[in-house]
């Protein structure tokens, strides 16, 4: 399908079809209007600036070499949105396999301790979900920031929809835990 024939049947933005057609500009225009939101989903999945960085250009770098899939069968926010979502999943399955092969440790479980919880540090929302444990956090902000129900977080994740559910209130318990502190 072309990118005229994307165009019927739906009111195409001009920008996006110059974009689809392979302009350089009118794709700057695109990231120009969606860097800001992409990269706070980004940070909110990362829970770190410099990573959430490096994952938004890897969404536009894909956006572009796949903007020719888009067919409007979406808003052109959901579809960008879905593939950040799908690049920042993708990576955290590739950085778990790659330390599930070079880390060694006779205690199991510091896998499960993570990060010290004891500190008495003042915490903000945004700082307290970057601490969450990363499934946690990637379905409190796809749920309960971006709006997705456990299906569909299922799907992107690649896990069941009560898995979802149990780590929306496992992250719940533990924001509320810091917040109240």
């Given amino acids: 399908m072309g990118v005229h ?9 001009p920008g996006l079809l110059a974009a689809q057609a392979g302009d350089p500009d009118a794709f700057g225009t695109l990231y120009h209007a969606h860097v800001g939101r992409i990269f706070a989903l980004c940070l909110r999945l990362a829970g770190d600036s410099r990573r959430a960085e ?3 250009q890897d969404v536009f770098v894909r956006a572009w070499e796949r903007l020719s899939s888009f067919r409007g069968e979406s808003a052109f926010t959901t579809w960008l949105h879905r593939l950040a979502v799908n690049v920042v999943l993708t990576d955290r399955r590739t950085a778990w396999r790659r330390s599930r092969r070079f880390e060694l440790t006779d205690d199991p479980a510091a896998f499960e301790r993570g990060v010290d919880r004891s500190e008495g540090v003042e915490l903000d929302l945004e700082a307290a979900i970057s601490r969450l444990p990363e499934g946690a956090r990637t379905v409190f902000v796809l ?20 898995t979802s559910r149990a780590q929306l209130f496992r992250a719940r318990r533990l924001l509320r835990g810091w917040l109240e502190r």
């Fill in 5 to 13: 024939e994307i165009a019927s049947g739906m009111n195409a933005d």
């Fill in 143 to 162: 749920h309960d920031v971006e709006g997705f129900t456990h299906d569909e977080i299922a799907d992107m994740a690649r896990i069941a929809a009560g």
């Fill in 54 to 56: 490096e994952l938004t």
